[in-house]
């Protein structure tokens, strides 16, 4: 990503991430599938553990974001002894984590049901698949940083082929392992988990074989495998923010659902909807974001930051035109749009009004995310942290009251009331958080100070030096 024209190498890296994505949504959709076939206390119990799930899994957010950011820019500076010893230091790192999260969450199984409300069948269902899930958070999590300083070296197609290959054994099993075919035990939602876990094995120990093997960019090198203080210390200042921006994403996404549910089933099932729709869009500016990363990060590696900037500028105008045509065609056809997804005619009009609302906006969404890749790359990581914050705290969560609901009150003697919108003044919310988070997030980009990036580079000899 250092030399030659942007925008081709921007595809070359963006495609197999977008099809790495998909195959993950397709992956997660036939476990729902097959669990389907158990029955509807089986789905709400998969559909309950997914959140609680993601809040384990996005610590790995903050690990993929150092992985990225340091492997990147010691690559661009041509440096890729550090870049290897980065891959061990994180792979330690990776490992140490996962085996904390994974104990502790087994040990806590029971109060963490609880918490989320699981009662009578569908605790039991829920006990079955989380138990199982606990123990494969530390392959789930070692595939994460595989493909992490894969992109970071810039290869993303190796990950894609192996994610392919643990979707398909993980879509093959599931039958099996679900329904009992064959002369397989039928394990209704444990078989789900154990299906699951079997792919995420197999990819873990395959990717960590390739990383040994070393042919891909970056390797693991066994000698490595020890303590440097230093790089630990360095990849936690990267990480963290990471993390804490995937938790506060998981309690924003939670306390948004409980907003719309307030306004009954039908305006819920229409939202429920709506984001499948608006995920085929975060999908595509996800993976463009990744692959800007790993341009900001090698750019900033070989002292290029205005490089850099390019393209992160290139990725979010080719984003925007994209995603600015996507939103046009659901302005345009809102209807045969829903019934994609659902028939009835009172979800499917409560679903016009979102797609209405939202869909003009769908490319500021998009924007943003690769505008924080940008950073992310740059090892700004509280940045992008800060960004997901003023998007979803800042300004989606309170606009959301203040538009939708009917109240008043007086703060330090001035009387403030809610517009009372009703469910469309939630929809308004979120095409305010995203229109404002973006030209925040494009103007503090601009200001420049990320050109620095995280990696100490050896000083450049002159002339009689």
Do not use: C
């Amino acid at each position: 990503m250092t030399t030659g024209a942007i925008t081709p190498k921007l595809v070359s890296l963006a495609w197999p991430l977008v099809a790495g994505n998909l195959l993950q949504t397709f992956y997660n959709l036939a476990d729902m599938f097959w669990v389907g076939r158990v029955g509807p206390k089986a789905v709400a119990a998969v559909s309950l553990m997914f959140p609680t799930a993601w809040m384990f899994v996005s610590v790995a957010m903050g690990l993929t974001a150092a992985s990225v950011a340091l492997v990147s820019q010691h690559v661009g500076a041509g440096d890729d002894r550090k870049a290897d010893n980065v891959v061990a230091q994180i792979t330690m790192l990776t490992v140490a984590v996962a085996l904390a999260l994974s104990a502790f969450g087994y040990v806590f199984r029971h109060p963490l049901l609880d918490l989320v409300g699981a009662q009578g069948q569908v605790y039991a269902f829920s006990l079955q698949y989380i138990e199982v899930l606990f123990v494969s958070i530390p392959f789930t999590f070692l595939f994460f940083v595989f493909r992490a300083v894969l992109r970071g070296a810039g290869d993303t197609r190796t990950a894609m082929w192996l994610m392919m290959l643990s979707a398909g054994v993980n879509v093959v099993l599931d039958p099996f392992f679900i329904l009992g075919w064959w002369e397989f035990p039928a394990w209704g939602v444990r078989g789900a988990a154990v299906a699951t876990l079997i792919s995420r094995v197999l990819a873990a120990v395959i990717g960590v074989a390739l990383l040994v093997k070393g042919d891909w960019g970056v390797q693991l090198r066994l000698a490595d495998l020890r303590p440097d203080w230093p790089v630990l210390k360095q990849l936690v200042d990267v990480g963290y923010p990471g993390t804490i921006d995937g938790l506060a994403r998981s309690f924003a996404a939670v306390a948004m659902a409980a907003l719309v549910a307030r306004f009954g089933p039908i305006p819920t099932a229409a939202y429920g909807v709506g984001l499948r729709l608006m995920s085929v869009s975060w999908t595509v500016s996800g993976a463009v974001g990744q692959a800007t990363a790993t341009g900001v990060g090698q750019n900033l590696g070989a002292d290029t930051p205005d490089r850099a900037a390019e393209v992160t500028w290139k990725a979010t105008g080719g984003t925007l035109a994209v995603l600015f045509g996507a939103g046009a065609l659901m302005v345009a056809f809102p209807d045969e749009a829903m019934r994609v997804f659902i028939a009835d005619p009172a979800v499917v009009a409560a679903g016009v009004d979102f797609l209405r609302i939202i869909a003009p906006f769908l490319a500021f969404f998009g924007g943003l995310m690769v505008v924080q890749g940008g950073f992310r790359g740059a090892g700004d990581t509280r940045t992008a942290m800060a960004l997901s914050f003023l998007s979803r705290w800042v300004l989606r969560i309170p606009a959301a009251l203040v538009l939708a609901y009917s109240w008043s009150i007086s703060a330090f003697g001035v009387p403030l009331a809610g517009w009372a919108w009703g469910v469309e003044g939630l929809w308004w919310a979120w095409s305010f958080s995203a229109v404002g988070s973006f030209v925040v997030g494009a103007a503090w980009f601009s200001l420049g100070r990320w050109r620095e990036g995280v990696v100490e580079k050896e000083p450049t000899a002159t002339p009689g030096d």
